[in-house]
Every structure is written in structure tokens, then in C-alpha cells.
């Protein structure tokens, strides 16, 4: 089992999280004002990369926060985890 771990809790087993996708996906400031490419692009494109990755994890069985979360996508170890103000690491 997988050891996350929660900028607030620490590490707890992934039973007690939700994926939530990519992190830093920034939504567009006028949703209203962009066309139909970009509003897609922002809701169904993602990276998909082999190796590191910044993920967004829910805390749900916890604190019930939100953070973010650096994962290798190959071997599932994970780097850092950071509240979401924060930059992510190095």
C-alpha cells in the first residue's frame, strides 16, 4: 500500500485519499471571455508524463484538504507533498 503524505497529517495509507488530478492547472481568469478551444483544453488536457509528475490529492479520510503531490508515475514513490500556496519543489 502506498504512503501518502498530508502536509497536515502526515503520511496516512492511500485508502483515506482521492486523486484529483494535475496540479497547477490554472483556470482561465474569463471563463467567459475565452472560445471554445481553450475552454476545453483547460477542462480535458492534461500531461500524462512517464517519470515525475505534480499531482492534486483530497485528504478526504483526514483533514479533508486539498495539496498537492509530487509522484514518479512509474515507480509510485513519492518526492514531496506541499500545501497548495506553496511552490512546488525543485
Not at 42 to 47: G, P, V
Not at 69 to 82: E, G, L, M
Request: positive net charge; hydrophobic residues 35%.
Amino acid at each position: 500500500m502506498l504512503l501518502i503524505p498530508c502536509p497536515w497529517c502526515g503520511p496516512r495509507p492511500e485508502n483515506e485519499f482521492r486523486y484529483g488530478g494535475q496540479a497547477h492547472i490554472v483556470r482561465p481568469a474569463r471563463p467567459e471571455a475565452v472560445d471554445d478551444d481553450v475552454w476545453a483544453a483547460y477542462l480535458f488536457l492534461r500531461d500524462n508524463p512517464r517519470g515525475r509528475h505534480a499531482e492534486r490529492w483530497r485528504h478526504v479520510h483526514g483533514c479533508g484538504r486539498f495539496f498537492n503531490c509530487v509522484r514518479d508515475t512509474v515507480s509510485d514513490r513519492i518526492a514531496a507533498s506541499y500545501k497548495p500556496n506553496e511552490a512546488p519543489p525543485p
